[in-house]
């Protein structure tokens, strides 16, 4: 089975789409292959569908969704299985019933939630070993599993829903990191585009803005590394009522206090150095 969540739901058994066009068997089906290989206890499943005010008949109308997905199981593993009957799975090995639940079997098959989150592990481990062009290729591949939000096209509950917050943070946290080995790259001029849109979507996102600052001012655009700075603590005192971090406000003060003969910018031997985003002090090789 090939289960992809990051975006619109795409489960696939015999690459047969398992996925039903009815919203509540859609949702059942996006929270099993979120944990799929693992048990699904029967209130977990009713609160994401329900939300905490089920019907009476919540539990009987939950198994008829299972048997729904079921059907669709059955059908895919009558596509090109060239398995014996004796070797086929049913449909519902591949989606048990357990004391309490339900589990979806995986079979061995690949998961985008899980490979980003390999990929990411993988990618953050590089950074920390210095090994920046490992870390910004391994981290670039993790995020581009990423088609869209996650569970895109399925209404979400409490359960998907705090998933989908977890996933959103995981993928910023390792574009985050991906960004900052570009930086150590010394690959300024071609995080510019990237970072006036991701600073224009998240609008308080300090790190961002950070990285936007110095990838200006290692291109030769001081004042408009300075006006990033600007624009955010406005919107920080306005919205919030804060001035921005320590580390923000050196930054500022780095780029500031920089000689006005300088370009290009920290970023060759005997230039100001800036503090990086991630703390330490930034040159490029």
């Known amino acids: 089975m090939d289960i992809g969540l990051l975006g619109a739901l795409d489960v696939r058994e015999n690459g047969v789409s398992i996925a039903p066009t009815a919203p509540k068997p859609r949702q ?8 799929a290989d693992r048990m699904v206890p029967v209130p977990a499943l009713v609160e994401e569908l ?43 090995d591949v989606l048990t019933t357990l004391p309490g639940g339900y589990l ?25 070993d210095e090994d920046f062009a490992g870390a910004s290729r391994t981290l670039r591949q993790a995020l581009d599993l990423w088609t869209g939000p996650p569970f895109a096209d399925v209404h979400t509950g409490a359960h998907l829903a705090m998933e989908a917050r977890r996933l959103e943070e995981s993928r910023l946290c390792a574009l985050d990191q991906r960004i900052e080995a570009d930086l150590r790259l010394g690959r300024h001029r071609e995080l510019l585009a990237e970072l006036t849109v991701l600073t224009s979507r998240y609008r308080s996102h300090e790190n961002l803005h950070a990285q936007f ?8 655009r001081r004042g408009e590394a300075l006006h990033v700075y600007q624009r955010l603590r406005t919107l920080l005192v306005r919205e919030l009522g804060l001035e921005p971090s320590a580390r923000l406000r050196r930054l500022q003060q780095s780029i500031l206090t920089a000689t006005a003969e300088d370009p290009g910018g920290p970023g060759h031997d005997g230039d100001p150095a800036v503090p990086s985003p991630g703390g330490g002090l930034a040159r490029v090789p």
Do not use: N
């Open 28 to 35: 059942v089906l996006a929270l099993l292959a979120l944990r």
């Open 50 to 92: 329900w939300a905490g005010a089920p019907p009476r008949s919540a539990r009987t109308t939950l198994q008829t969704y299972v048997l729904q997905l079921r059907e669709h199981i059955a059908a895919a593993l009558r596509t090109g299985s060239g398995l014996g009957d004796a070797a086929a799975p049913s449909a519902k």
């Open 104 to 128: 979806l079997a995986s079979g061995g098959g690949g998961s985008d939630i899980r490979e980003f989150e390999r990929l990411r592990e993988l990618g953050c481990r590089a950074m920390d």
């Open 213 to 220: 600052m110095l990838a200006l001012y290692r291109s030769g």
